[in-house]
């Protein structure tokens, strides 16, 4: 009997823990599953405003449950003509002053994270032989996608920012047609990519995204930007600080793709077709028409969302109005299947990870 | 005009309410114009859950989804939720007060017509196909880029309606200020008309900036100004501030008089004086004065610095604070009450968690650095769900049914009410309530479609589920006014027998002067005082039977939004067409000359004499 | 109310544009009008201080470059002198003499003309050098905000045009006397409101 009634304990325990667990999302995308300092600040003042809130909302509740039950005219008689209280001075200023005090609480740490995330002033800074202590990505919102630009590293990319773990990486923000907004939920809170400023802040990642489903962390577009809003994501590779410099050295070296001749036909279609929007050398300028193609091997998705096959990067190609309405890039139709399946070769093959 | 009914052809009844400047047609006319609106706006709200039921989902398009949206927010805000407070205001503040009519009745007709062209000139985007599209915010880089009419269609016709609410807030502030019966002092108004006056002084200091906001925008995309592009120099952000100082406001417009409804029906239906009826006053007061203080809390994510964070994060919390003391007000006018749960009362209980809960999340965002996480993700399409369904919505619908018979005559069927209370309530939060942790798993808003694997799918189905539920119970209530009208059982002058204030000493529906004569306040709750002490009509008359002063009917305020009406076509269609100068300026005329008749035109009403007064009085058997 | 009955300055009372609840009515809700104008052209402001020199790269035209005092002093000095044209027309209408606030108020008008002429004549000048509407941020926020000015002036000349027609002939009476003091309210706001137009605007930009 006692032993059933043990089983039973850790059996709700478990329950309970699984929709606890249930109810924190998915690693990837959750704000609830901190895998950074930004995130877990974050998190905790969450926490803190949920007690202190829901504390409130319990002594509403008791109180309003009680008068329920007690002062129901069906059992107090028709005729019951309550006493016309005209208010309580002391009851007044109790509810003034606890919601004062609760505020209070919530407000000192409010105030002092917003100056802590807001601390950009270190972003600048250069060692003695003058180059940068901190890694700083520039990123554009461009319409259904983000560049990112590493300029002290000389290297662009796009679509999946990959970034080294455990120090603060700064961001310069800025958008190219209209306003989005960048966020990476399981890493920190979002900032707008205004039209005419730019916005600075940081982030540290402290999650290798290798461990998580699809190996990357999603990242979002939180501004209302057109039809293809919901469709504007990005991802997020994090890795030790050594395989980042592997990383890095490897996008600089892709400099050289440029100058060697076409090797194969969807090289040869590629140059001919795309090559005015896409970059396929990661080393350059920042500001192309489309995304940098330089890692698309790597990458976990096509067009951001779209699933990482040559079938899915063929359809795309085709049509892109169908899988992003209101996208700048035009659709062509003027391959052949063949031609296709080579460009859609030639791209997978884009890597510096392999 | 008389109180007696003639027979009226139909094209003559239609014309009396197009030319009536009584406040309670005027009143009526709100409400079923918001009504009509809400409508719209729910069957817009029905399709965008649908879409959202499952991920990939392909009902309605990325385009007409961002469509959907933007006239969802839009057309609940601006077209219906206001619109029906205005109604209750109109109806119900002058009785209250003790008034015969709004300090400017032709001017309340024309806030009406405006409100009502410029509701059509915005959904009739639907018909030109040029739809809204850039969210209710209509944030300018994407409003400047949008192609086609139909951001057009949003500044134009908010303007129009805007201009309408400005008028109409103007007019509540003069009534409320130089109409008062003898003795009701501002400490003895009811809390509903307390809060329409708080209302109003927001309308007042939130629209005008609006205006120019819109006039802004109009400007921009329509002739050739800069002031959003920033090629040219221009800047986005100002629209922002300029939004949100009418929008932040624009929320408590709403939330105010919701209020003050569920203030007075706690009171009545609780049989007891509102509890702390001072402090609920200063309270009012003061969320009114901080709600100009915190607008950029909704723009923290912008960029603003620490420094405009902090301060408008501390100045949102402390809002926390007077709403509290409502609350808690209410809680302890029903403590020690004798509760009678009915409809009305069924959704102010209703309304108290729901809103604590709306309420409470708001401060959470307040929290600027936590507001980074949550800005713009389903949590606040939660929050501010949970304040305005949970608050205005539930208000609206306990005042249809608490002022219903005083307004008809006739009351609402009390299980239907409550019916529609059931599905409209648990639909409510089975929407709401799940969105909360849909923002916390990283889901943004205003996205069209979802992709699967991201563990939103559950979530979005309750969501819903729920949302057709409320449907289901707005079906209900509709069936309940058609019941209602169909039987018309007439009730007396206080068919709920609680009635504390002065609407319930006159008859259901009122005469169209109101009062035969203008009543006596002798407190906070007259008709309370006057019953417990034995007036059984709860009414003193503070003047003999005299001739009643009462204002004319005009077309002119039909003709002057008309002209508006058509002058917006005309702008919008200035550049590419021949005829739309022309049409510009027709637009602009006939408003002109509308407006200079009115002013050349001598207007100084007419009497309702002494002896018809008294014969009124008298077929209903001489109570007043 | 009877429009016929017969005052004399006697008999006239003291406020005659608070005389009855519809006057009173009017009163308080032209003050609360005013109020909200008062946000709109904050507004304005607002926003013409945020764009003021705004332009795209090379923009040629600024505050500095483009006003012109003088011109802006001889309006401003119309202005205001409709302004005390005004007070006596109100001065008269107290006193129940209608025949010198008629003149009052078309000698008010008249100013109000002029310095609307003027404003006119400046605007073409600018357009003339190709400050367009369309030129810059700085030049949508200048018109916007100096115009919206104007077209009040404008709309004040119609009411005051149409005012002293309707009335001419039949005098004053407790029911046009509220629409006369109305407008002189106006009128000062107007006023007001160019003074901060001139100082914000003009001054502001030649010399700060």
């Known amino acids: 009997m006692m032993k059933g009634l043990k089983k039973w304990r850790l059996f709700s325990l478990l329950a309970a823990l699984t929709v606890f667990l249930a109810g924190c999302g998915q690693e990837e995308l959750s704000t609830l599953l901190p895998a950074g300092e930004v995130g877990r600040d974050q998190f905790n003042l969450l926490m803190l405003t949920s007690a202190i809130m829901l504390l409130v909302i319990f002594v509403v509740v008791t109180i309003y449950v009680i008068s329920l039950i007690r002062f129901r005219r069906s059992k107090l008689g028709e005729d019951h003509i309550p006493e016309q209280v005209e208010g309580s001075h002391t009851l007044e200023l109790i509810w003034t002053i606890i919601p004062i005090i609760l505020v209070l609480i919530m407000a000192v740490p409010s105030v002092y994270y917003t100056y802590k995330l807001g601390d950009v002033s270190a972003m600048d800074a250069v060692d003695e032989d003058g180059n940068a202590e901190n890694l700083v990505v520039d990123v554009t919102a461009k319409l259904y996608w983000w560049e990112f630009e590493y300029p002290d590293l000389g290297i662009v990319t796009a679509q999946e920012l990959v970034v080294p773990m455990d120090e603060k990486v700064y961001f310069n923000l800025i958008a190219a047609d209209v306003k989005h907004s960048f966020w990476i939920p399981a890493v920190g809170g979002k900032l707008d990519t205004n039209v005419e400023n730019v916005n600075k802040f940081y982030l540290v990642f402290e999650k290798d995204s290798k461990d998580l489903k699809d190996g990357v962390f999603y990242g979002k577009c939180a501004e209302l930007c057109g039809p293809s809003h919901a469709l504007m994501d990005f991802k997020v590779k994090t890795m030790p600080r050594a395989e980042f410099d592997n990383w890095v050295t490897a996008m600089q070296a892709t400099g050289d793709r440029v100058a060697d001749t076409a090797v194969s036909q969807g090289e040869e279609l590629f140059a001919q077709s795309c090559i005015g929007c896409h970059a396929v050398s990661a080393v350059g300028e920042s500001g192309a028409a489309g995304p940098n193609l330089a890692t698309f091997g790597d990458r976990n998705r096509v067009a951001g969302y779209m699933d990482h096959t040559e079938e899915d990067l063929k359809n795309w190609i085709t049509d892109t109005q169908k899988y992003k309405p209101g996208n700048t890039m035009p659709s062509f139709t003027q391959f052949s299947d063949e031609e296709l399946d080579a460009i859609a070769a030639y791209l997978m093959g884009l890597s510096v990870e392999k | 005009m008389s109180s007696v009914a003639q027979k009226r052809g139909f094209g003559a009844t239609v014309y009396d309410w197009m030319t009536s400047v009584d406040h309670k047609k005027v009143g009526i006319m709100y409400l079923l114009g918001g009504l009509f609106f809400f409508i719209l706006g729910g069957i817009e709200a029905m399709l965008i859950r649908l879409q959202l039921l499952t991920p990939n989902n392909d009902l309605v398009s990325a385009g007409l989804f961002n469509e959907l949206i933007t006239m969802h927010g839009t057309t609940m805000i601006f077209l219906a939720a206001m619109p029906i ?31 009502i062209f410029g509701g059509i000139f915005l959904n009739l985007s639907w018909f030109f196909g040029h739809v809204p599209d850039s969210g209710w915010t209509s944030y300018t880089s994407l409003a400047i880029a949008s192609e086609g009419h139909g951001m057009d269609f949003y500044a134009i016709g908010l303007q129009i309606a805007g201009g309408g609410t400005l008028i109409a807030g103007i007019n509540f502030l003069v009534t409320i200020i130089n109409m008062r019966a003898p003795g009701m002092t501002y400490m003895r108004m ?8 708080v209302a109003s002084a927001l309308i007042l200091f939130a629209f005008p900036p609006f205006t120019i906001g819109l006039f802004m925008l109009t400007f921009d995309r329509m002739f050739g100004a800069n002031f959003f592009d920033h090629t040219m120099g221009g800047n986005t952000i100002i629209w922002e501030h300029i939004f949100w100082i009418m929008g932040h406001p624009e929320v408590y417009i709403l939330i105010l008089p919701a209020f003050g409804i569920f203030s007075e029906i706690f009171s009545v239906f609780a049989r007891k004086r509102l509890f702390g009826y001072s402090a609920m006053v200063f309270a009012t007061v003061l969320i009114g004065f901080l709600g100009f203080m915190v607008w950029a809390h909704h723009m923290f994510t912008v960029g603003l610095g620490p420094t405009a964070n902090a301060i408008f994060a501390v100045a949102t919390m402390a809002i926390a604070v007077p709403t509290g003391v409502k609350i808690f007000n209410w809680l302890l006018t029903i403590w020690g009450g004798s509760i009678k749960v009915t409809t009305p009362m069924l959704y102010a209980l209703g309304f108290i968690p729901s809103f604590v809960m709306g309420g409470v999340t708001g401060v959470m965002q307040g929290a600027a650095p936590l507001d980074y996480q949550l800005h713009d993700s389903y949590f606040i399409v939660a929050h501010f769900h949970y304040v305005i369904v949970g608050g205005v919505v539930l208000a609206i619908f306990a005042a249809l049914h608490y002022w219903w018979p005083k307004m008809f005559g006739t009351m609402l069927s009390e299980k239907l009410g409550k019916v529609t209370f059931f599905f409209f309530f648990i639909g409510f939060h089975l929407t709401f309530l799940i969105q909360h942790w849909l923002g916390f798993w990283g889901m943004p808003r205003r996205v069209w479609t979802y992709m699967d694997g991201q563990g939103w799918n559950a979530a979005n189905y309750i969501s819903t589920i729920g949302a057709l539920m409320m449907a289901v119970g707005f079906t209900v209530l509709v069936i309940n006014i058609i019941i209602t009208t169909a039987k018309n059982v007439r009730v007396t002058n206080d068919p709920w027998e609680d009635g504390r204030t002065l609407e319930w000493a006159v008859p259901s529906p009122p005469p169209f002067y109101n009062f035969t004569q203008t009543p006596l306040v002798r407190g906070l709750d007259t008709v309370w005082i006057e019953k417990m002490e034995g007036n059984k009509s709860g009414f003193t008359p503070s003047e003999p039977v005299v001739d009643i002063h009462m204002p004319n009917g005009s077309i002119i305020p039909f003709f002057m939004s008309l002209g508006l009406f058509i002058a917006g076509f005309g702008a919008m269609y200035r550049a590419e067409t021949t005829w739309g100068l022309t049409v510009l300026i027709l637009g602009l005329l006939l408003s002109f000359i509308a407006m200079s008749l009115r002013s050349v035109k001598d207007d100084l009403g007419y009497y309702v004499k002494k002896e018809e007064v008294l014969r009124d009085l008298k077929s209903k058997g001489g109570s007043n | 109310m009877d429009l016929n009955k017969k005052f004399t300055p006697e008999t006239w009372p003291d406020h005659p544009e608070q005389a009855t609840l519809e006057a009173k009515n009017k009163f308080v809700g032209f003050w609360i009008f005013l109020a909200g104008e008062i946000i709109l052209f904050a507004t304005l402001f607002g926003g013409y201080l945020a764009l003021k020199n705004k332009g795209p790269s090379g923009l ?50 008249f100013l109000g003309l002029g310095f609307l002429a003027l404003e006119v004549y400046e605007f073409t000048h600018y357009v003339q050098l190709g400050f367009t509407y369309s030129n810059s941020a700085f030049s949508s926020a200048f018109y916007t905000l100096v115009g919206t000015h104007g077209f009040h002036v404008a709309v004040g000349l119609v009411w005051i045009t149409l005012l002293i027609f309707r009335n001419a002939k039949r005098g004053l009476n407790l029911y046009n006397a509220t629409k006369y003091y109305t407008f002189s309210l106006y009128w000062h706001f107007i006023d007001v409101i160019w003074v901060f137009i001139f100082t914000v605007v003009y001054l502001m930009g030649v010399i700060g």
Do not use: C
């Open chain 2, 85 to 115: 407070l205005f109604g209750f205001m109109n109806y119900i503040m002058p009785l209250q007060i003790g008034a015969r009519d709004v300090a400017f009745p032709f001017l309340n007709s024309l806030g009406l017509w405006m409100f």
């Open chain 2, 190 to 197: 009811p809390m509903f008309t307390w809060t329409t006056f």
């Open chain 3, 60 to 109: 040629e035209f600024s505050t500095q470059s483009l006003y012109e005092l003088p011109l802006v002093f001889v309006m401003t000095m119309l202005l205001l002198t409709s302004s005390l044209t005004s007070v006596y027309a109100m001065y008269h209408l107290k006193n129940y003499n209608f025949k010198k606030m008629q003149l009052w108020l078309a000698i008010t008008a």
